[in-house]
């Protein structure tokens, strides 16, 4: 069977800029020293024993550490290279509030000239920039005045996001607000597995509104500064196979969007397994599984993608893929959920384009797990810096050179 994708179909990567960089100061960087010592010691007990076997690097502090992480920072051009190489035209990654606004009210001229020597360096290789606003970090200052379960982060969240978008003016075709307000506001607020932290009930129902609200505040700046742009945000969705979860199904995947309705140019959907099922690593064993005991899916993305059709939005996905440290499934994954993606598009789904995750391996940060599980298209041997393609990355380099595939 062959699949054609459109013409224009936006294909790559992407990355946020706390997982890759390095060096950054932030309430992530804070919790790491807090909390890696007990997140060591505490592996053991989390995961299975085959991950253990594989992954004996959960047992050290240092792996949940971010640091220098993969040096994106300094070495964005040979990244970039690679990304060209790969055939790459779109590439997704986020601006460090923390590093434009370190101080309240002070910003940093040369990080937003460092941001736009990124910009540069993609359009230089053809390559469109998606460029999320936050993906997750806060700067100090706004952890401290209580992160987004705070109102004050609203307005302070669209100064920032005025600060960026007229300093690029024109120049950003695809804006992500935020990355995954359910997951932040889910595994961090409510379980306290990463910051923010438990927040009580209270305080995740006023994250969760108070994103709302800075979503439209920003989806209104950007659209001041520049008409043309195109404003959405990502969010993590999950397939829930039984019609009985519809109100999971709400919760999780709509919710968002109702509260921000009216302010979306395109949806960006990021999906990595279906749920409602028993984790499949108890049922099936490893063959069927993430490292991170993840059950792959693909046909889910056909269903979910499908229920967004409703929206009559254009759909980017904008995040997809697993924890393969040994590169065995990734080629297949992909190949797969691009032809379950193909079917959606067949059903008359727009979309526009597949953004996988991750472009190189970095430091994971859903449930402060560290360097260990390896998403990346491209190896990062984190000793010595050196990047290494992946082979699924050369299979999806062909998928893109042809702009179809055929299973
Ligand atoms: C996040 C990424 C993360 C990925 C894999 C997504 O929820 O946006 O930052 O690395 O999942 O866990």
């Not at 993590?236 to 999971?248: Q, R």
């Amino acid at each position: 069977m062959k699949y054609v994708f459109p013409k224009n179909f936006y294909w790559g990567a992407g990355t946020s800029a706390h997982q890759v960089e390095g060096g950054n100061v932030n309430d992530w960087t804070e919790w790491e020293k807090e909390h890696a010592d007990e997140l060591a010691k505490n592996a053991g007990g989390k995961w299975q024993k085959w991950q253990q076997e594989k992954f004996p690097e959960m047992f050290d502090p240092q792996n949940y550490i971010s640091g220098r992480a993969c040096e994106h920072y300094s070495r964005f051009e040979e990244d970039f290279d690679i990304a060209k190489e790969l055939g790459h035209n779109a590439h997704r990654f986020s601006i460090e509030w923390s590093r434009i606004e370190p101080e309240e009210g002070k910003f940093d001229e040369d990080e937003i000239e460092h941001y736009k020597r990124v910009v540069g360096a993609l359009r230089e290789r053809g390559i469109e920039p998606f460029v999320t606003l936050w993906h997750w970090t806060l700067p100090l200052w706004v952890a401290k005045q209580g992160g987004w379960a705070s109102k004050k982060t609203v307005s302070d969240f669209s100064r920032y996001t005025e600060k960026v978008a007229s300093a690029f003016g024109g120049d950003i075709k695809f804006w992500i607000t935020f990355n995954e307000p359910n997951i932040y506001a889910g595994i961090g607020g409510i379980k306290g597995l990463q910051p923010p932290g438990k927040l009580g009930l209270y305080g995740v129902f006023s994250c969760y509104k108070n994103l709302a609200r800075a979503h439209k505040n920003a989806y209104k700046i950007i659209h001041k500064i520049n008409k043309e742009t195109q404003v959405g945000f990502s969010n993590s969705v999950i397939y829930y196979p039984s019609k009985m979860l519809f109100l999971y199904d709400f919760i999780w995947n709509k919710l968002f969007i109702y509260l921000t309705r009216g302010c979306h140019d395109f949806l960006g959907l990021n999906y990595y397994t279906r749920g409602g099922v028993k984790l499949d690593t108890k049922i099936g064993g490893t063959e069927n599984v993430s490292d991170l005991g993840w059950g792959i899916y693909p046909e889910g993305i056909c269903h979910i993608v499908k229920s967004f059709k409703k929206y009559k939005l254009p759909i980017y996905i904008t995040e997809n893929g697993l924890a393969d440290a040994k590169d065995e499934k990734r080629a297949k994954f992909i190949t797969n959920h691009l032809s379950w993606l193909a079917k959606a598009m067949e059903g008359g789904c727009d979309v526009r384009g597949y953004l996988h995750w991750s472009f190189l391996d970095n430091h994971e940060f859903v449930e402060m797990r560290g360097f260990w599980p390896r998403f990346g298209l491209v190896e990062v041997d984190y000793k010595t810096m050196r990047r290494k393609i992946r082979p699924s990355a050369l299979e999806y380099k062909k998928i893109i050179e042809n702009n179809a595939l055929e299973i």
